[in-house]
């Protein structure tokens, strides 16, 4: 049997019809850019999130620089991260030349430990970027308390995260601003690149939107210094046909989990540790991501059986050849440095079959047996 980490074919092959009724409306109007697709998605993005805007964007990454900037934050100012996370996390901070400062994770949600994030505090933090990693959101409470204390703004990294709540919460309303990336792979995902800022300030918004399009406000007067990042109008259309399903291809990952979870407790008891659910959260398992001992070994053997798995993230953001400028060595951030080390994320969508997952299982029992 083959399973992939991912196939978006059964997806497509559902929804082709209203799909392509859809690009074709936009190219018979021809508006392409910034038109009535874009503007539906916001606001349906921004109600879904509890908060009154929405800033279409050309994908994740930008969409966390723009907010970046939209919060106020400059070239020598220091933002706190995790480093067990996507790049795009920590190069949206380099790129503005503000210093990413990084913080250990919580072993138990591979999420950013709000306890060590004070310590790493100085008179140049300007905001804190919480990673919802996995699908789960952070424990937002104490970040919130923190922020507040000392004056800084949450840009919320929710890329892999778009329908999860905490405490009833959803992502958005407890940042300054939420980042949402709709790359193909992620739980709601385009046909291409595109991504979207959520956040209830009204002057952030407009900030950002006139961010996204050079600066420019009126049209061809600058008074800040933007870029070309808008959320295409054909992919925005895309996302209007998919955006209504969400929830319930949420809900069905969230059922293969809970499915990955009784089996893999089952035969293989406590030689693999399954994803921790805090009760305070909605978990919409972007990725099913299990800690194992000799995780390499159980890798290449899996590809061997026809099962396909990713390792996120095999090389933490504070060891990489490009932040060595940053002086962190092997050691500093202990806990993310061995997730680094036994972190698996096994295939997840929510067209996998129930054989399928009995299939991934029965093959990593068969790795550990005779031990
Ligand atoms: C995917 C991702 C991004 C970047 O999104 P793009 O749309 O690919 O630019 C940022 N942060 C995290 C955690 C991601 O998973």
Known sequence: ?????????????????????????????????????????EQDVAKYSNVGYGVGVANGSDALHISLLGCGVEEGDEVIAPSFTFFATAGAIARIGAKP?????????????????????????????????????????????IAK???LA???????????????????????????SFFPTKNLGAYGDAGMIVTDDADIAERMRVIRVHGSKPKYYHHVL???????ELQAAILNVKFPHLDEWNNLRHEKANTYTELLNEQLG???ITPYQDENCHHIFHQYTIRVERRDELQAYLKEQGVETMIYYPKPLHLQPVFSNLGYKEGDLPETEKACQEALSLPMFPELKSEQQEYVVSKIASFYKGE
């Open 1 to 41: 049997m083959k399973v992939p980490m991912l196939d978006l074919t059964e997806q497509y092959q559902g929804l082709k019809g209203q799909i392509s009724e859809a690009l074709d409306q936009v190219m018979s109007k021809a508006h392409f850019i910034l038109g009535d697709n874009v503007k539906s998605l």
């Open 154 to 180: 949450i840009i919320e990294d929710a890329a892999q995260a778009i329908g999860a709540t905490y405490k009833g919460k959803s992502v958005g309303e407890l940042g300054t601003t939420a980042c949402y």
């Open 226 to 232: 933007g870029y070309n990042s808008r959320l295409d």
């Open 101 to 145: 400062v990084f913080v250990d994770i919580n072993p138990k949600t591979f999420n950013i430990d709000p306890s060590k994030i004070e310590a790493a505090i100085t008179e140049k933090t300007k905001a804190i970027i919480p990673v919802h990693l996995y699908g789960q959101m952070v424990d937002m409470d104490p970040i919130v308390e």
């Open 149 to 151: 204390k000392h004056n």
């Open 270 to 272: 406590d030689k693999v």
